[in-house]
């Protein structure tokens, strides 16, 4: 199946699943508990659209256990850079349909511990599906910390039935 239906079929289901928030805090649990976010004073994460996996709980969470928050901004088609955001910062919806930041001072990836990576589709062996944009591969390329995803198990499959391409980058956890 190639990329572009596998991102259609994903949507579809979580535009369609049942019980959401019920899942999402057993998600959440599974993340507060683990070593990455126990051992991470900053975090990077998107603000979630309607179908994800709510990542506000998460950024409030954050915020409660002191920790840094840094929510990406797309620059151009080729850069995406991470905000250092507070509970004040502004968002604005971008031509992408995510909320971003306003403020445009970016940060050095290296001062981000955890990057939790949206994702529509995961395999058993940590490859993961975007959303079509590349943003998270660059990053990942040269991002040294901890990486992991959330998903829910229809999103997960033993192995990509997509076509991983060479600048395709795993995680290195999938919470699911």
């Given amino acids: 199946m190639d990329k572009k239906n596998i991102r259609k079929q994903i949507i579809g289901l979580l535009k369609n699943k049942n019980h959401k928030s019920y899942y999402e805090h057993k998600l959440y649990k599974k993340l507060f508990n683990s070593l990455e976010w126990k051992n991470s004073d900053s975090i990077a994460i998107t603000i979630s659209l309607k179908f994800e996996i709510d990542t506000r709980p998460i950024i409030r969470k954050a915020f409660l256990d002191n920790k ?34 306003l403020f445009t001072f970016k940060a050095n990836i290296s001062d981000i511990d955890l990057l939790i990576v949206p994702g529509l589709a995961f395999s058993l062996d940590n490859n993961r599906l975007g959303f079509g944009g590349g943003f998270y591969d660059r990053i990942l390329k040269k991002y040294n910390g901890y990486t992991l995803s959330l998903c829910f198990k229809e999103q997960i499959y033993q192995k990509a039935l997509w076509k991983v391409d060479d600048f395709d980058q795993k995680v290195k956890r999938i919470i699911y």
Avoid: G
């Avoid at 507070?86 to 919806?93: A, G, I, L, W």
């Fill in 68 to 101: 840094e928050v840094f929510v990406p901004k797309v620059i151009s088609k080729e850069e995406m850079v991470f905000i250092n955001c507070t509970e004040d910062t502004k968002f604005k919806k971008s031509s992408f349909d995510i909320y971003e930041p």
